[in-house]
């Protein structure tokens, strides 16, 4: 059986491992959302450290989507010179690159979007039309700027995720009730996406296994959706959970120190791993190379996604590949987070401390 350093394929996409750089908020873009030289030599590094698959940060499709402040945005035609050039930050290194496209719904930052205040309200069909046109647009827009792949952001609570979960979506229509409506939205937004990007360009999705909040997506639904998914021609899911209403259950959880707390959706993982064939990318928590190799090894996850650990060691995955199997050095305090909240950027707040003082000794 191949392992987690051998080379596989998405739908014709080749990668050099089965090694995933989930897909984050940088807060390095500019305020207009459009690339910048930090974005480009942060997605560089990555590409440098030979991690198989890059997923930017989840790009806006619709100025009204943004989630926070440095978000990138993919929500017009004049954002394509700049993302062409972290793409070819990527390539220039030989990585691949996919595009996460997304929009924040309830969640959304207002005072960052320069509109207007609206009433967060059910959209009706002219408005959810209007969205699945912004998808599909957005992806076209990530194909031009020569992305090897584009991801559907449907986790977290953001907007197509709160059309799946019960818990924020109390519509009586075609798009609320039985799992089968709540999906529509996601559904829709994919065959509009494939139809703008063609049969060969891989599309994936990013879902909740579960909202781990009250009333909301449970696991059966989420599996349900899964095989909808692969129904309507999905390349991949990954797989991932929460919402900011999760409590400690939120999507990047706290104090994963020990093998027992390691990848956290794994239990479910292991549920989509039996009903869908489509691969699998499993994030959430994955701090060991002796945990990705039995994820890899038993099924539950075609591919090991990584997303706090890269922020503090963007060249884990060649260490591991080198020989060198300590776990990573990430110690999932969340604290990175904060930088990019002050415009600074994301960043290890420890390890940049820990730097200053070797600096002034």
């Known amino acids: ?45 990555l590409a440098e450290a030979q991690i198989g698959l890059l997923i930017s940060s989840h790009a806006y499709v619709a100025r009204e989507g943004q989630a926070g402040p440095g978000q990138l945005g993919i929500h017009a035609d004049e954002m394509v010179e700049g993302l062409r050039n972290l793409t070819d930050a990527v390539h220039g290194h030989g990585g691949k690159v996919a ?57 977290h609570g953001y907007l197509l995720s709160q059309f ?20 529509r939205a996601l ?37 349900a959706v899964a095989k909808m998914l692969e129904t309507a021609g999905i390349d991949a899911i990954e797989i991932s959970g929460g919402t900011r209403d999760s409590g400690r259950l939120i999507p990047s959880r706290r104090k994963i120190d020990s093998a027992e707390k390691e990848a956290y959706f794994r239990p479910e993982a292991a ?5 869908v064939s489509v691969p699998l990318l499993l994030v959430g928590g994955i701090r060991s190379l002796e945990i990705a190799e039995q994820l890899y090894s038993q099924g539950v996850a075609h591919y090991i996604s990584l997303c706090r650990p890269l922020i503090r060691e963007p060249n884990l995955v ?10 990573a050095t990430c110690l999932s305090d969340n604290l990175c987070y904060q930088p990019a909240r002050s415009g600074e950027g994301i960043h290890c707040v420890v390890d940049r401390r820990i730097q200053a003082r070797e600096s002034d000794q």
């Open 187 to 223: 559904l829709e937004v994919f065959t509009a996406v494939r139809g703008e990007v063609g049969p060969d360009f891989p599309v994936l999705v990013k879902m909740n296994c579960q909202d781990f909040c009250p009333d909301g997506l449970g696991l059966d639904d989420a599996v």
């Open 318 to 327: 060649q260490r591991w590949a080198a020989g060198d199997r300590r776990p």
């Open 99 to 155: 595009a996460q496209i997304a929009h924040a719904g309830r969640f959304a930052n207002q005072d960052l979007s320069g509109l207007p205040p609206v009433v967060v309200e059910e959209l009706d069909q002219a408005g959810i039309d209007r969205l699945i046109r912004a998808f599909a647009q957005g992806a076209r827009r990530a194909q031009a700027a020569g992305f090897d792949a584009v991801q559907i952001h449907a986790a």
């Open 1 to 45: 059986m191949p392992g987690l350093f051998e080379e596989s394929e998405i739908s014709g996409m080749r990668l050099a491992n089965r090694f995933v750089r989930s897909a984050t908020w940088e807060g390095l873009a500019r305020t207009d959302g459009s690339v910048t030289a930090p974005l480009c030599d942060l997605m560089a590094r």
């Open 164 to 183: 799946l979960s019960p818990a924020y979506n109390r519509r009586t229509d075609t798009y609320g009730g039985a799992v089968e409506n709540r999906a």
């Open 271 to 275: 549920v989509f791993s039996q009903a």
